[in-house]
Nanobody
Framework: QVQLVESGGGSVQPGGSLRLSCVVS????????IGWFRQAPGKEREGVSC???????HYWDSVKARFTISRDNARNTVYLQMNNLEPEDTAVYYC?????????????????WGRGTQVTVSS
């Protein structure tokens, strides 16, 4: 099991950028696939991006070419660089840990979640 803490959310105008961080702690944190997910008010949680221990990545269509996921194993941290933000990106962003990459991509159930960080995109 690992514990996850997100940070870096905030309010930006359309076209702006933010970088989210997810610090992962616990036993062998770098062996987990870490995913970013988001939930907007009144909507279901949706996938954003996943990265595994070999830096293999996956992006959902809504964020491709705008968001970049990366990880710094020395810092046990996964980042989500978000560029060209749109109002539709407004949501609470969560990071979660899965043991396998395919589990993240398929949005399999996991009990390893952070508490989330709010991202608001508005003019």
């Amino acid at each position: 099991q690992v514990q996850l803490v997100e940070s870096g959310g905030g309010s930006v105008q359309p076209g702006g950028s933010l970088r989210l961080s997810c610090v992962v702690s616990g036993r062998t944190p770098n062996r987990y696939t870490i995913g970013w997910f988001r939930q907007a008010p009144g909507k279901e949680r949706e996938g954003v991006s996943c990265i595994n221990e070999r830096d293999e990545t996956h992006y959902w269509d809504s964020v491709k070419a705008r968001f970049t996921i990366s990880r710094d194993n020395a810092r046990n941290t996964v980042y989500l660089q978000m560029n060209n933000l749109e109002p539709e990106d407004t949501a609470v962003y969560y990071c979660a840990a899965h043991r396998l990459f395919d589990q993240c991509v398929s949005r399999a159930l996991t009990d390893m979640w952070g508490r989330g960080t709010q991202v608001t995109v508005s003019s």
